[in-house]
């Protein structure tokens, strides 16, 4: 525990988090599982690793078991993938007076010692370079850093909790990370769920979005019976994070009361999970091979029978599904309907 003027201190750098247990948002029982695991771990001093997809909200877990675990503590974050290879180290570890050019004289404490007394957040793990993963596996063994360009070992406590959306044990058979750095950032492990396994938090996620970025002014626009389900059989390759760009864009766009799915992005309109076919995950492609012919073909019965109940009346036939003219016409043409 940090004293009084250490708390202060972190307060002001601005190193407290904002995200609780209470704060995450589900109900689904992947997530349900998730964040229990997650609560169970937290009081440990091992350390944690959290995976899951982008998007999936894995800093959000860390804040939390951070918040529980050692909440009077600096929380220090470093993305692997956002820092030069040539400058991680130093960032990482810290270096000393002269330890290359342009050093400060009086040299500079590395995320490590800044999270002395907190948690440390290693996000996108599987990007640390391997010479630095085997410094990073000492100090974890050892529980002592020495600075780049030092000459003396400096003892630290800080929890590690490091995050990726990568196979870590594949890339180790590959030669691409450590095992033995695997094992022990995988002492507690927890596996946070992509969006579209969680179809029942999808609803309230958005709304709870619409709520925290609606600027005012009348009243909230909501989402109506076809945007929902627009939202639910939406694939979500960005996860969670996409999901609030949505709401963001549809709030923007929305000049009603009523969140229509023309409101919506164009991908989740059309139901397109994005243009380039690699940076999507194996799993979510065979997902939507599989999901994505029944959902159109519930939708082309559903238009196709009302549209036959009408008469083909164009302007009843919306009335009847909750939706616009114009959506409608965009259907028939898109589903080839006469």
């Known amino acids: 525990m940090a004293d ?3 708390s202060e201190k972190h307060n002001k750098a601005g190193f407290r988090t904002a995200f609780e247990f209470r704060d995450i948002i589900g109900e689904s029982d992947r997530m349900a599982h998730a964040r229990k695991l ?9 350390n944690i690793l959290l995976v899951g997809e982008s998007g999936t909200g894995k800093e959000v877990f860390a804040q ?13 974050v470093l993305n692997c993938a956002a820092i030069p290879r040539n400058l991680i180290e130093s ?16 040299g500079s404490q590395g995320k490590i010692e800044l999270a002395q007394g907190g948690t440390l957040f290693l996000d996108e793990i599987g990007d640390m370079p391997l010479e630095t993963q085997a410094v990073l596996l000492r100090v974890l063994e050892n529980k002592q850093v020495m600075r ?15 995050a990726t959306n990568k196979d870590l044990r594949k890339m180790a058979a590959e030669g691409l990370f450590r095992l033995d750095l695997y094992y022990r950032l995988s002492v507690l492990k927890v596996t946070i769920p992509p969006l579209r396994q969680r179809e029942k938090d999808i ?53 009603k009361e009523i969140i229509l799915p023309e409101h919506l992005p164009e991908e989740i309109i059309e139901g397109k999970i994005g243009q380039n076919a690699e940076a999507i995950p194996p799993v979510l492609k065979a997902e939507r091979e599989h999901k994505i012919k029944p959902m159109r073909q519930m939708e082309e019965n559903i ?25 409608l016409y965009r259907k028939v043409k898109l589903l080839g309907l006469k």
Not at 64 to 76: L, N, S, Y
Not at 93 to 98: E, P
Request: hydrophobic share 40%.
């Open 4 to 6: 009084k003027d250490d």
């Open 64 to 76: 939390a078991i951070h918040q529980q675990g050692r909440p009077e503590g600096p929380f220090m």
């Open 91 to 106: 960032e990482l570890f810290g270096y000393d007076s002269g330890a290359f050019t342009g050093a400060k004289k009086s």
């Open 148 to 162: 780049v360009g030092g000459q003396r070992y400096r003892t630290v406590d800080f929890r590690l909790i490091a």
């Open 38 to 46: 997650a609560g169970r771990f937290a009081p440990s001093a091992a």
């Open 303 to 327: 238009i196709r029978n009302t549209l036959a109940a009408t008469d083909n009346s164009i302007a009843v036939a919306a009335g009847l599904l909750g939706i616009s003219k114009s959506t």
């Open 203 to 255: 609803i309230p996620l958005a709304e709870f979005f619409l709520k925290k970025h609606y600027g005012g002014g009348g009243k909230m626009p909501k989402l109506n019976g076809e945007s929902r389900l627009k939202l639910t059989t939406y694939q979500w390759p960005g996860n969670v994070r996409q999901l609030e760009n949505a709401m963001i864009y549809a709030l923007h766009v929305c000049d």
